[in-house]
């Protein structure tokens, strides 16, 4: 059977965990150790798969019974057929992705909804170091100096609702948590969120269920 | 989850299964008539009286059915099975909770039935009356060994090289009894580059005057030939790192360079001992016949064509696993693979590990591949 770590998951992994229904099919991109999979698998009973870079965490997911392709994300939500996911999930991946927007539009074919998470740049403490100390701004979400991170790109709240629906997708929830990196515990943060969110976590989906005009199909059989 | 660590399987034996008997000869993929057939296997654990908690271990080319354990006539040196380290007791395939069976390929020499054997219809060996067989009609012969053996439903078929090839073949003949596959360092299909270096070991053997066109089991081997056939093929099994970090340009036995032909070099001397060792161990016109079957396998169209399971087609669990030096067959025919299975809607993990040692790294005892294979296993539930 698959392995579960008994201890409770990170809080953020919690609140995106919450969001999936039982027996839904779900990719986690960039799964890590794969705790997120293997929680969803054990109490969701969804079907699973992983992508992971990094070969020994991949290996790690494989031995504790998840799926797990070893590989580059960009290119490995490619050969998915199309829909063959309930839930595609991009849990603090976004930050490090080189063409987001490519990579949306990949997920958009295999997926009937995305969960995408990151911190939040806008919070309050990185825009007071910048005004205060007039240096690059680090914390707990983002602890990395400018030469050593392997974030790529800076992500507010604000900027990620713009660019999903640049994108073509509609928001369907978001849920911004004020919590640490590795805390199992934290809040969700309903007002002010752009300045006291430390991660936004974001549903979003392109086909909406009605609404959609359909092309009709010509029956010529 | 399985550990790596897991006690021996202790003595096995080697038995035996013949079928094909007249009047009714097996029908090989080209359409020839072999009979009979035999097939040597050896088989670890206990099967189950309801036949199904079977794992099939596919041997590579040069392989036998001897995959763990010691024969009662060993002596202290002699090694244990070729895949010893991964097969008994707690060990990544558990004896405890599988039954595990390898049996020697068709067409080869260590037991089952193959161009050295009694050609019932002379009374000598086949040599070159032999029939070429393919991957598929391995695999046939398993499937009827199987049958026979009480077998309904093989929780894993799991090979490595050419085993991977059966592996393969077994996911499209018997789909229904398969449960999950586990191909390692292998391909749906040779690349030219493959093909031509077993071009190079078949002329190697062809070029020796004892081999008097396959028809040499009465007089002397093609020894020189088998024994370059093997280096050519040993090397294809190493890579540059391997071979950097085992021999350089270290000399054997000697301080200075000879400036003849003896051989100087560490890598030349261990090439001619791995050469004359399998002189003694492999018949040449096997080399030739499974060679051949691994350049003529090609499942790239069969698995592009696969009915996904929401379509109505079969669900295996696919675990592929390559290694980052394998030259053979590198990691990229590997994600080939991947991409099939994916495109079919199958359930696919894949890994490649880091090793430096070449293709022939899954027969180097290592924690990795135990833990994967074991805990892969441990997820079928």
């Known amino acids: 059977m698959v392995s579960a770590e008994h201890a409770p998951i990170r809080f953020d992994l919690r609140m995106i965990a919450s969001t999936i229904e039982p ?3 779900v990719l986690d991109l960039g799964c890590g150790n794969g705790d997120l999979l293997a929680w969803l698998v054990v109490h969701k009973e969804v079907i699973g798969t992983g992508i992971e870079r990094d070969k020994d965490k991949a290996a790690h997911c494989i031995a504790r019974g998840l799926t797990v392709l070893q590989g580059d994300l960009n290119s490995e939500v490619d050969d998915f057929p199309d829909g063959c996911f309930d839930y595609v999930i991009l849990s603090q991946t976004l930050q490090q992705v080189f063409a987001p927007d490519r990579l949306l539009s990949a997920l958009a ?30 914390n707990d979400q983002l602890p990395y100096s400018w030469y050593n991170t392997p974030n790529i790109r800076v992500i507010t709240l604000k900027d990620f609702r713009d660019f999903a629906r640049q994108v073509g997708y509609r928001i369907v929830r978001e849920i911004d948590i004020s919590t640490g990196p590795a805390a199992k515990e934290g809040q969700i943060i309903r007002r002010l969120a752009n300045y006291r969110a430390t991660y936004g976590i974001f549903i979003i989906e392109k086909h909406s269920v009605s609404g959609t005009p359909r092309k009709t199909r010509t029956n010529h059989g | 989850m399985s550990g790596t660590g897991g006690t021996s399987i202790g003595v096995v034996e080697k038995q035996f299964h013949s079928f094909a008997l007249p009047p009714e000869p097996l029908v090989l993929e080209s359409g020839a008539r072999l009979g009979p057939v035999t097939i040597a296997y050896e088989s670890y654990g206990q099967l189950n009286a309801a036949g199904d908690n079977a794992i099939l271990v596919a041997h590579a080319f040069s392989g036998d059915s001897h995959a763990a354990g010691h024969y009662p006539g060993d002596r202290a040196e002699d090694k244990p099975g070729w895949w010893d380290f991964m097969i008994g007791p707690g060990k990544g395939l558990d004896t405890d909770r599988y039954w ?13 039935t193959g161009p050295s054997s009694p050609n019932p219809a002379t009374g000598k060996p086949y040599a070159l009356d032999f029939p070429m067989m393919t991957i598929g009609d391995m695999v046939t012969t ?30 499209l003949r018997y789909p229904e009894l398969v449960r999950a596959a586990i191909p390692i360092a292998s391909t749906m299909r040779h690349s030219a580059l493959a093909i031509a270096f077993n071009e190079i070991a078949r002329q190697a053997i062809m070029a020796d005057p004892n081999w008097q066109n396959g028809n040499y089991y009465a007089g002397e081997k093609p020894a020189t030939g088998l024994a370059v056939a093997r280096m050519v093929g040993h090397v294809t099994y190493l890579s540059d790192e391997a071979m950097r970090r085992k021999f350089g340009r270290r000399l054997q036995d000697r301080e200075k360079l000879s400036y003849g032909f003896g051989g100087d070099f560490q890598v030349e001397s261990y090439l001619r001992y791995q050469g004359s060792k399998f002189v003694n161990r492999f018949d040449a016109n096997s080399v030739l016949y499974i ?18 399971p929401a379509a109505g ?27 099939a299975l994916k495109r079919g809607g199958q359930e696919v993990s894949f890994c490649e590990i880091e090793a430096d040692c070449g293709h022939d790294a899954f027969l180097i005892p290592d924690p990795r591949l135990t833990r994967l294979l074991g805990g892969f296993l441990d997820g079928l539930g």
């Open chain 1, 23 to 25: 027996g839904s099919r």
């Open chain 1, 109 to 138: 074919r295999i997926g009937r909804r995305v969960i995408v998470s990151f911190p939040n740049f806008s919070h309050y403490s990185i825009r007071l170091q910048l005004l205060l100390r007039g240096a690059a701004p680090k």
């Open chain 2, 100 to 112: 595990v069976i390898c049996a020697n390929i068709l067409g080869s020499c260590m037991g089952s």
């Open chain 2, 142 to 171: 398993q499937k009827i060994l199987l049958d026979h053996l009480g077998v309904t439903r093989l929780q894993a078929v799991i090979g490595g090289s050419v085993g991977g090839m059966q592996v393969l073949e077994w996911c």
């Open chain 2, 291 to 308: 060679t051949k079957a691994a350049d003529y396998f090609d499942a790239v169209d069969r698995f592009s064509a696969l009915t996904p």
């Open chain 2, 313 to 339: 087609g079969h669900r295996i669990k696919y675990l592929v696993v390559s290694y980052s030096s394998d030259w053979l067959y590198p990691t990229y025919q590997a994600k080939e693979l991947v991409q």
